[in-house]
């Protein structure tokens, strides 16, 4: 089965910041792959999502995320992360039809 | 409403007592899916239910967990004689044929076994 890791549990960063965040998952094949972001007290939305085409998704708020089939990776990024990007972030990636299979997320903190 | 609705919010049970947990998907979306959340352990899949077919129950952690979905809508997951290990917050999500598009989260019900 798919697994997802994630590798960075905690972050913190100033304004301003690049960002990045690890995601790998565990076998090839066709892969559709997603960040997902939990604002504090909010529930789950999506980010992005990747399913084919260009590598390199754009997603909402800045954030980009970018699909290496050689590496197993889809690394999110932001070049300048603001206060309000504090969240926790979770890479899935959906294993057949239907079944998403989550990391166990990134808490993303972001200093004024 | 416009998203995925789930009741209660909170609830806080004693150890061995039985708990319903509600969802009501989005209107339109075939597609209905519960996740439980623990702390550090990031989203655990329980159950998937798409139109009439047969549930897929594989991510259920053990016979105490049931969940049904009525009318092809509302769906409610039963844990019967909590354990302070079944303490999570509980996500429900449903998405809109076809079947595997972007899942839509509700805000969850947490749920404190003491």
């Known amino acids: 089965a798919q697994s997802v890791s994630q590798h960075n549990h905690h972050v913190i960063l100033s304004e301003a910041a690049s960002l990045e965040l690890g995601c790998n998952y565990s076998y090839g094949g066709t892969v559709n792959l997603f960040w997902y972001v939990q604002y504090p007290g909010q529930h789950l939305q999506l980010l992005l999502k990747?399913?084919?085409?260009?590598?390199l998704v754009k997603g909402i708020k800045g954030f980009e995320a970018e699909f290496i089939k050689s590496k197993f990776s889809f690394n999110l990024r932001k070049p300048s992360v603001q206060w309000s990007d504090t969240a926790e972030y979770f890479c899935?990636?959906?294993?057949?039809?239907?079944?998403?299979?989550f990391g166990t997320g990134t808490r993303l903190k972001v200093l004024a | 409403g416009a998203g995925v609705s789930q009741s209660p919010s909170n609830k806080v049970t004693e150890k061995g007592k039985d708990v319903e947990l509600r969802c009501d998907p989005i209107s339109g979306h075939t597609a209905l899916y519960w996740y439980r959340q623990s702390l550090g352990q990031g989203l655990e899949f329980l159950i998937y239910?798409?139109?009439?077919?047969?549930?897929?129950k594989s991510g259920l952690p053990s016979d105490r967990f049931s969940a049904e979905r009525t009318g092809g809508s509302v769906s409610t997951l039963t844990i019967q004689r909590t354990q302070q290990e079944d303490s999570a917050v509980y996500l429900c999500a449903s998405s809109p044929p076809p079947t595997g598009n972007t899942i839509y989260f509700g805000e969850g019900s947490w749920l404190t076994v003491v």
């Open positions: 239910f798409q139109g009439n077919s047969a549930p897929d």
């Open positions: 899935a990636v959906k294993e057949g039809t239907y079944k998403y299979i």
């Open positions: 990747y399913f084919s085409g260009d590598p």
